[in-house]
C-alpha cells in the first residue's frame, strides 16, 4: 500500500480538543490520521498498477478495472481490494477507530514526560463556566484549564460572547466580570445571593437553572471511584 508521507509540526491538539474534534466522528479521525501518514490516502493495484477507488461505506480500496481477454469479446474484472486499516495499528481491530484514539491521547498524557501529571505536583483545581438557556435547554460547559485562563472579564467576556447570542437577557449573580455585560450587547440581569436566589420583584429573574447544572456536575465528580487526576478525560 502506498501512503502520503506527512511531517508534523506539532499538533496543537490537547485532550480537551482531541475530545471535542473525534469523540464519536470516525471520518473526522481518519482525516487526521491520512494528514499524518498514518492511513494510506491511495492504494496502487498491484494486479493492473492502477489506482484504487474508495468505498467508504466498506472502509475499502478496490481496482475494479476491466480489460478485453484476448480474440475475445469478452471482459473480465479486477477484483483486487484491501482494508484501509491493512498493515496499519488499526489492523483487525474491533474497536472503534475514534475510541481507539481516545485511548491513544489518554496513554500519552498520561505517560508524557512533559506531563503535569507527572511532575509530581498536586493536581490545581479545575474551574468550570458555562450557561444554559431556559427554553430550549441548550447548554455549554468550559473548562478554564488553559495556560493564562481566570474567572476574570478578559477570559470570561470572549466566551460569553462565543456561546451568548447579542442581545439576549443573561441571568447571573455579581461576580465583578459581568459588571459590563451591558455594554458588551446584552440586557444582564444580576441576583445578589447574599440577599435572596430570586428578585423578589420579578420571580422570573434567578440562577436556579445553572444551579442546579453545577449541583449535578459536583455530585457526579465526587462519586466513588473517580480520580482526580482523570478528571479532564471523565468530563470531557
Known amino acids: 500500500m502506498a501512503t502520503v508521507q506527512v511531517t508534523c509540526a506539532g499538533c496543537p491538539l490537547d485532550p480537551w480538543r482531541f475530545i471535542k474534534n473525534f469523540h464519536s466522528e470516525n471520518e473526522n479521525f481518519f482525516e487526521y490520521l491520512k494528514s499524518h501518514g498514518v492511513l494510506p490516502t491511495g492504494v496502487v493495484c498491484p494486479k ?5 477507488k474508495y468505498r467508504s461505506d ?33 489492523d483487525n481491530t474491533h474497536l472503534q477507530p475514534w475510541e481507539i484514539g481516545l485511548l491513544v491521547i489518554h ?64 441571568m447571573s449573580y455579581g461576580w465583578a466580570a459581568y459588571k459590563n455585560l451591558d455594554k458588551e450587547g446584552y440586557i ?12 423578589p420583584n420579578d420571580r422570573s429573574v434567578h440562577t436556579q437553572n445553572i444551579e442546579r447544572e453545577w449541583r449535578n456536575i459536583k455530585e457526579w465528580a465526587k462519586r466513588p471511584g473517580i480520580r482526580t487526576e482523570y478528571f479532564e478525560q471523565y468530563f470531557g
Open 107 to 170: 496513554w500519552l498524557e498520561k505517560n508524557s514526560a512533559t506531563s503535569k501529571y507527572n511532575r509530581g505536583r498536586e493536581l490545581k483545581s479545575i474551574w468550570l463556566f458555562g450557561g444554559i438557556e431556559r427554553v430550549a435547554k441548550k447548554k455549554f460547559i468550559v473548562p478554564l484549564h488553559q495556560e493564562g485562563q481566570d474567572r476574570s472579564a478578559a477570559t470570561l467576556i470572549p466566551i460569553i460572547s462565543k456561546y451568548i447570542r447579542a442581545g439576549s437577557t443573561v
Open 188 to 199: 444582564h440581569r444580576v441576583i445578589n445571593h447574599s440577599e435572596n436566589f430570586m428578585d
Open 58 to 90: 466498506r472502509l475499502q480500496f478496490y481496482c475494479g478495472r476491466y480489460w478485453k481477454i484476448s480474440k475475445s469479446k469478452k471482459r473480465v474484472q479486477c477484483n483486487y481490494s484491501v482494508s484501509l486499516y491493512k498493515g496499519t495499528f488499526l
Open 48 to 52: 493492473c498498477d492502477e489506482s484504487c
